[in-house]
């Protein structure tokens, strides 16, 4: 068994609302020094030992990021 | 500036309906080894260096997470 990391991110040149929101909100709160802020999703998963890399980049690629829209990053982690 | 990375999960005793969906739909699928999914925020701030770790759990606590059903790591990485 393993765990794996996946964030999932919109791209830098999509427009993220939700960032923009919670930006715009921490800095009317008095939160000054925040100048940007970018939300997306973050998955983990378990998984055991037959599913390889390539697996694990089908599935990011296909069910958990929207490719169009979204970059994402996998990584496996120490539990 | 430096780049601040929040993750954002639900609790461990807390169901999430969103990551169950998801590893159901895999499992549907044929991603057969995969046997749990967890669905959580990440959020990336822009923060200048007048933003200390304590400023920065503030944030997290009050306003990027709901304490009461979610927990939060928070780390800064280099860009």
Do not use: C, Y
């Not at 999932?8 to 008095?30: C, F, W």
């Amino acid at each position: 068994m393993a765990r794996v990391v996946v964030d999932v991110m919109p791209k830098p040149e999509i427009l993220d609302p939700q960032g923009q929101a919670a930006a715009g909100a921490l800095s009317r709160l008095g939160f000054t020094g925040v100048t940007e802020v970018r939300q997306g999703k973050h998955f983990e998963l378990e998984v055991d030992d037959s599913v390889d890399d390539e697996t694990l980049g089908k599935i990011a690629e296909g069910f958990l990021a929207n490719p169009v829209i979204e970059e994402w990053t996998i990584r496996r982690v120490e539990k």
